[in-house]
């Protein structure tokens, strides 16, 4: 039976926000911020985080992980077997995402795949043999931009939002990986606010050592922490995948720019037909637009976009969503 979850009033959402735009932020820090006592935050976070609606997690940088091979899969389904085939992607370990696009028909999965024989395996065995599954196409991630995905949609000002924001580290000298960074990541991976002494326990280090490392990890862009929550549930009504076509020249720089946009919380450059794909998070179908004709109209280079809207999100940073399957 599926946990009954918690029901979101005003302040559990701007706490949810705060957590968004800076998922290892302290109690004291958000109280400060969002003008409450460190109490009330304890009170209220602690119940979100229990029955799964929010969820802290990190995301690895495929860059840095040479074994991976990050993919995304465009998947069209027989429509009365999609739920059944987004849940068994879903229960994959190396499914990141899992939404279901369109008119119920298409799933995008972002996949981190340990090797090559489990790219093959997948792609020249698993989905021919899957009688549910129509036809795919399959787009290598070549650079994952780093997102700092923390709309808020009007929950937080602009100066909250600024005194949360940690800054997005300019990509730096990467620290050679370790075994013990590996440990550190997987932990931050189950749980994104687990306390350094905790990390520092699994990796049989100082607490200290622990801190630094993962700063250094993360200013290395190594990772990125992340803040999973069931959007809807804070006003946002309208997610989409955008498939971009941008002049090489400039893939880089578009890649980097919307990276950094409030409203998106995905970006990678990609093989295929188009060469940049984009998620973006917006409170409706106008602010959907907005988006669309603002953003995305301003950038020259920008020759051709699909937009596939999302109808649900199985799988978000690695979790499954609860209800989901």
């Known amino acids: 039976m599926e946990k009954a979850r918690h029901r979101l009033d005003e302040t559990d ?18 109280g400060r911020v969002l003008g409450v006592s460190e109490r009330t935050v304890v009170r209220r976070a602690a119940p979100l985080y ?36 987004a849940a068994t992607l879903a229960r994959r370990p190396d499914t990141i995402w899992v939404d279901v696009l369109g008119g119920g028909d298409e799933i995008c999965t972002i996949l981190f795949l340990d090797g090559p024989d489990a790219r093959n395996n997948l792609l020249l065995r698993d989905l021919p043999a899957t009688a549910a599954v129509q036809s795919w196409t399959s787009h290598a991630l070549l650079r994952v931009f780093p997102a700092g995905f923390d709309w808020s949609g009007g929950l937080l000002s602009e100066e909250e939002l600024a005194s949360l924001r940690p800054d997005l580290p300019e990509a730096g000298p990467r620290p050679a990986l370790t075994p013990v960074d590996h440990q550190l990541v997987a932990g931050l991976v189950e749980d994104g606010r687990a306390s350094y002494t905790e990390l520092a326990r699994r990796a049989g280090l100082s607490a200290l050592t622990a801190r630094r490392r993962l700063e250094a990890l993360a200013g290395g862009l190594v990772l990125r922490l992340a803040t999973e929550v069931d959007l809807a549930r804070l006003g946002i009504r309208a997610e989409a995948l955008l498939w971009m076509t941008v002049a090489p020249g400039r893939l880089e720089e578009t890649g980097r720019l919307l990276s950094r946009h409030p409203q998106v919380r995905f970006a990678s450059a990609t093989t295929g037909s188009a060469n940049l794909l984009v998620a973006v998070a917006a409170t409706d179908l106008d602010g959907l637009y907005r988006f669309l004709s603002d953003t995305i109209g301003a950038l020259e280079h920008v020759s051709t976009m699909e937009v596939t809207p999302i109808l649900s999100g199985v799988k978000r940073t690695g979790l499954v969503r609860p209800g989901s399957l």
């Open 13 to 30: 959402s701007r706490i949810a926000a705060a957590m968004l735009a800076s998922p290892r932020a302290s109690w004291r820090t958000v």
């Open 50 to 85: 229990h029955d799964g609606t929010l969820r802290a997690t990190a995301v690895r940088n495929p860059v840095c992980f040479p074994d991976l091979i990050p993919l995304a899969l465009r998947i069209r389904c027989k429509p009365n077997r999609i739920s059944a085939i």
